[in-house]
C-alpha cells in the first residue's frame, strides 16, 4: 500500500520547506512503514548548511522519521489530521548517525511500532541510503488534542 504526496496531506499539517516525506511505499496498520524523501540542493537548507559541503541536517532527518511516526498513528488510528487531534514528538533516545546524506541522495525510511499505550506510541527509526544505514533512533510520540 502507497500513499503519494496528495494523501500525506491528510496525516501531516506540515507544508513546504517542513515537509519531508514525499512518498509512502509500504504500510502496516500498527506495525511499520516505509517512506522516503529525495534530496535536492535546492532545498533552503543547503543555502546556510554549509554552501561549499552541503549536508543534510541532522536534525532534519530526525524530523522526517518524527513525520513517519506521525503517518503511521494517524494512518492507524483510521483518523486523519483534522485539527482536533496531533501527534507531538516526545522523545528520541539512541539517535546515531553513521554517514552524512547529501544533495542527490534519496533518504529511505523506515519505522517500526515496539509499543503503544495510551496515546503513547514508541518507534525504531533507521534512515538508509542505497541500503546502508546512515541514521538510527528510537522515538516516542505522544497523541493529545489541540
Known amino acids: 500500500m502507497q500513499m503519494d504526496i496528495k494523501e ?3 496525516y501531516l499539517p506540515h507544508r513546504y520547506p ?4 514525499d512518498r509512502v511505499v509500504d504500510f502496516k496498520l500498527g506495525e511499520s512503514l516505509k517512506a522516503f524523501k529525495n534530496i535536492t540542493f535546492n532545498e533552503p537548507q543547503f543555502t546556510g548548511h554549509f554552501p561549499e559541503n552541503p549536508i543534510m541536517p541532522g536534525v532534519l532527518i530526525v524530523e522526517a ?5 506521525g503517518i503511521l498513528a494517524f494512518k492507524s488510528q483510521g483518523t486523519k489530521l483534522d485539527g482536533k487531534t496531533m501527534y507531538y514528538l516526545a522523545s528520541v533516545d539512541n539517535c546515531r548517525f553513521r554517514k552524512p546524506a547529501v544533495p542527490g541522495d534519496r533518504l529511505d525510511f523506515e519505522v517500526i511500532t515496539s509499543n503503544k499505550k495510551r496515546g503513547i506510541w514508541k518507534f525504531s527509526c533507521v534512515t538508509k541510503v542505497e541500503g546502508k544505514i546512515i541514521a538510527s533512533c528510537d522515538m516516542m510520540c505522544a497523541q493529545r488534542d489541540i
Do not use: E, R, S
Open 8 to 10: 500525506i496531506f491528510d
Open 18 to 21: 517542513f515537509l519531508l516525506v
Open 65 to 69: 522519521m518524527a513525520q513517519c511516526t
